[in-house]
């Protein structure tokens, strides 16, 4: 999110466009916007390490507080905004939250959550109306600070918390070095390079930014000084408006919209210009095979995949090429070491993990294909050991004919 020299030398080249209302922020607006946002960070008395969160929709006023807590060493934790206000109130508690910010969208469970997090110390609202009992105007607290930078800047970053976990939430904590936000996390300069990210692009988010992919991959494309169009929702028409009207290079995708994409009836699908897509990653939940296959016969081979988590601590990646030579796949590991397992009879009683040294038999190979594992006495997925090797105790069988699983 940290693009300070971009906007010097650009200023007036748009950072982020909103898709449907068209509202744009430049990158001299922008970075004006971070350092006010920086600057109420530091008043409120956080410090380096500490945490805020963010229930708010896609909205330029959500990029710029994720702005202001990177260039302040602060952990920002962004919320599903489909959330129920205890399931907000967990999250908000849990990761030790001092300020929340919301929007008017998000208003009655925002309030409903805070009012279980007396913890919370400061609480403000985007927008111009009158804010609720005990909060604050985000607009009108803003307003009162410079736009030049907080002295002593130092990198912050997210702090995520998992969907695909039993029980409550997990949040996602990474280690936060000492250093400039002109530096980027180790973990970023790899979505760049996984996502196929270059300078000059232009970047289509049609995802929730409260998602770990469309939070990373935005705040990569500001970073390169790209363009960003951020989708308010998903629409799978306005997707191949924006694409065209945008000449748009670079997409990040999940294969529900994919399904979409390839609903639209024909003459639809053929109206709009997509020819300046250079590449569309997916990621998130498996992806049928003829779904893709479609894809890349509209498209081109110009679609990527990669299977991985939040907590970076393995990835598989295949373009398309390596995918139409073995259509299911996801492709060979490019971080970490990628190991499955298969319970044998007495390994592992139901619902216990298979480990190394059990009885249970490793499985594994160059190339990794995703199944729907056995409900019954499979072995369940054991936490991740360090962020440079991943263990998985998912059961993998044969290759999938429709690369599904749970």
Aim: proline share 8%.
């Amino acid at each position: 999110m940290y693009a300070r020299q971009h906007a010097l030398e650009h200023p007036g080249q748009p950072a982020v466009i909103m898709a449907t209302s068209g509202e744009t922020v430049t990158y001299g607006e922008y970075e004006s916007r971070c350092n006010r946002a920086a600057h109420l960070l530091r008043a409120a008395g956080l410090e380096r390490g500490d945490h805020i969160a963010v229930l708010m929709e896609n909205s330029p006023q959500l990029l710029e507080i994720e702005g202001a807590a990177e260039r302040t060493g602060q952990y920002f934790t962004l919320i599903n905004t489909y959330l129920a206000p205890d399931e907000v109130a967990y999250i908000v508690a849990n990761s030790r939250a001092r300020v929340l910010f919301s929007s008017p969208a998000r208003r009655e469970v925002a309030v409903a959550a805070a009012a279980q997090c007396p913890d919370l110390e400061r609480k403000l609202i985007t927008g111009s109306g009158e804010p609720p009992a005990g909060w604050e105007s985000y607009d009108a607290a803003v307003a009162g600070y410079p736009d030049a930078p907080v002295p002593g800047e130092a990198l912050g970053t997210a702090m995520l918390y998992s969907s695909g976990t039993t029980g409550q939430p997990k949040g996602v904590l990474r280690g936060l070095p000492e250093i400039a936000p002109s530096e980027p996390l180790p973990v970023m300069q790899f979505v760049r390079s996984m996502f196929g990210f270059r300078e000059g692009m232009t970047y289509l988010n049609p995802a929730p930014l409260y998602h770990s992919a469309p939070q990373a991959s935005v705040s990569a494309a500001i970073r390169l000084g790209a363009t960003t169009v951020v989708m308010e929702h998903f629409d799978a028409e306005q997707w191949l408006q924006m694409v065209e009207r945008y000449k748009v290079t670079n997409s990040q995708m999940v294969p529900v919209m994919f399904s979409r994409l390839l609903r639209l009836p024909e003459e639809i699908r053929a109206r709009y210009d997509t020819s300046s897509l250079e590449c569309i990653v997916h990621a998130a939940a498996p992806c049928p095979v003829h779904v893709k296959q479609a894809m890349i016969d509209w498209l081109g081979p110009i679609i990527t995949e990669y299977y991985g988590a939040t907590e970076a601590n393995g990835f598989t990646f295949c373009d398309s090429a390596q995918w139409l030579a073995h259509p299911g796949t996801v492709g060979k590991p490019i971080l970490g070491n990628c190991s499955s397992w298969t319970r044998t009879a007495g390994s592992a009683r139901p619902g216990r993990t298979a480990r190394s040294g059990s009885a249970a038999r490793p499985r594994s190979s160059t190339s990794v294909t995703r199944r729907r594992p056995r409900r019954a006495g499979a072995a369940t997925v054991s936490p991740a050991r360090s962020a440079t090797s991943v263990t998985s105790t998912r059961r993998v069988t044969s290759t999938s004919p429709t690369g599904r699983l749970t």
